[in-house]
């Protein structure tokens, strides 16, 4: 799952190049994390699979905050908007949540299609939380992203299963995540967003996680290291390559993850993607490129 972060105000010169590497970076990093996820879910639970997650994210986070000293801390934990930042660290618990669970049961490519119909859900929440006005062209879009992911979760006619209602919930809390990011904007810099994210979700996932407790292997506990490393890294690199190049630009390559996603699932689970999920991906991903050209569009037109 990619992080969402605040788009920049303009790139510079000969840069978008960079960003587009650093993005493609950011989604291999992140896959590879879901990876790890699914890996674990098979001796650990979910919600302590999330736990652990959540764990070694501020650990690896930690230097950066103390890397500023006093003033930084001090503007880390006292964010602006808090409220928000709680509501934000909330629904990205809840979509992770539902994500990992998803990925018990659920192929990893699924999944990350099914989870990438999140564009489709922040246009339609951005009319009755921003305000903002959709065009029939985009409610078209959104209409086709939502047949796409039929068209992944249906396959051979088969009934929908829980590991597909639970990516969906994942991306809707995904969406809603993003929405409360865009209300934040710039009053909250990335480091102290990036903070009450994993502080928010250590408290959550810990409030449940010894209901479920099962002691995790010298193995596992390598594994969610990694998946603390893969989540620091994967945001770091978002961050910078939002920084150089502008999202509506940037926002298609993160649709590389699907893909990447498929290669994980072949190489280390032997899931081979069906025809209806590479159809299905492939209607997911036209449709939410052209929903960020529309959006794009209307910024310019705006502008």
Do not use: N
Not at 262 to 284: E, N, Y
């Amino acid at each position: 799952m990619t992080t969402p972060v605040a788009a920049s105000s303009a790139a510079a010169p000969g840069s978008a190049s960079r960003a587009a590497m650093l993005i493609l970076a950011a989604t291999v990093v992140f896959s590879a994390m879901d990876g790890v996820s699914k890996f674990l879910t098979g001796s650990v639970p979910p919600v302590e699979v999330a736990f652990g997650r959540y764990v070694f994210y501020l650990l690896f986070l930690s230097p950066l905050l103390l890397k500023g000293g006093r003033r930084t801390l001090t503007t880390v934990l006292r964010p602006k908007r808090p409220v928000l930042q709680v509501v934000r660290g909330a629904l990205m618990l809840a979509s992770a949540l539902f994500f990992i669970t998803a990925l018990a049961d659920t192929p990893l490519a699924a999944a990350t299609a099914i989870f990438f119909v999140c564009p489709m859900i922040q246009t339609a929440l951005a009319i009755p939380l921003l305000g903002e006005k959709v065009g029939p062209r985009r409610w078209i879009a959104v209409g086709a992203g939502f047949v796409g992911m039929l068209i992944v979760v249906r396959p051979g006619g088969d009934p929908i299963g829980w590991g597909a209602v639970l990516a969906l919930g994942s991306a809707v809390s995904w969406a809603g995540a993003v929405i409360a990011s865009r209300r934040i904007g710039t009053d909250d810099g990335a480091l102290v967003t990036s903070f009450w994210t994993g502080f928010v979700g250590l408290v959550g996932a810990g409030v449940a996680v010894p209901f479920v407790w099962v002691m995790p292997s010298g193995g596992d506990m390598v594994l969610m290291a990694a998946m603390g490393a893969f989540a620091v890294a994967g945001h770091v690199l978002a961050v910078k390559a939002y920084a150089l190049g502008e999202a509506s630009t940037l926002a298609p390559f993160t649709y590389a993850q699907i893909v990447w996603a498929g290669v994980i699932g072949l190489a280390v689970f032997g899931h081979v993607p069906t025809a209806t999920t590479l159809l299905g991906s492939a209607v997911i991903v036209g449709s939410g490129v052209y929903i960020w050209h529309r959006e794009r569009v209307q910024g310019r037109a705006s502008a």
